[in-house]
Nanobody
Framework: EEELVESGGGSVQAGGSLRLSCVASGFNASRYCMGWFRQAAEKKREGVAT???????NYADSVKGRFTISQDNNMQTLYLQMNTLKAEASAIYYC????????????????????WGRGTRVTVSS
């Protein structure tokens, strides 16, 4: 059975950092585009970052330079390092498996398709 389990969320003051983790099981994560999307209260889901098996990454403009997506050596654990957090980053963050990697850079997840976990809540206070 496929599963994605996120952790690492919490409350932090603006300017602080958090590191989210996601453990994938039941499938070979290296064969898929993997990423993170978030959903804030009363807002649409927003793709945050994505990574492919060759290490190529893609970020939303709103997080470029502050967030870093990465995977461990066996690619079954996904991370999102979030630095210089802003209040608008407050949301539930979901780890997502989108589509089978075709050798090209992965598109940002939309949160409209794919398989994702239960999410981890991030609260940034200003």
């Amino acid at each position: 059975e496929e599963e994605l389990v996120e952790s690492g969320g919490g409350s932090v003051q603006a300017g602080g950092s958090l590191r989210l983790s996601c453990v994938a099981s039941g499938f070979n994560a290296s064969r898929y585009c993997m990423g993170w999307f978030r959903q804030a209260a009363e807002k649409k889901r927003e793709g945050v970052a994505t990574i492919a098996a060759d290490g190529s990454v893609n970020y939303a403009d709103s997080v470029k330079g502050r967030f870093t997506i990465s995977q461990d050596n066996n690619m079954q654990t996904l991370y999102l390092q979030m630095n210089t957090l802003k209040a608008e980053a407050s949301a539930i963050y979901y780890c997502v498996k989108t589509y089978y990697w075709n050798g090209r850079s992965c598109d940002l997840p939309t949160g409209l398709f794919g398989f994702w976990g239960r999410g981890t809540r991030v609260t940034v206070s200003s």
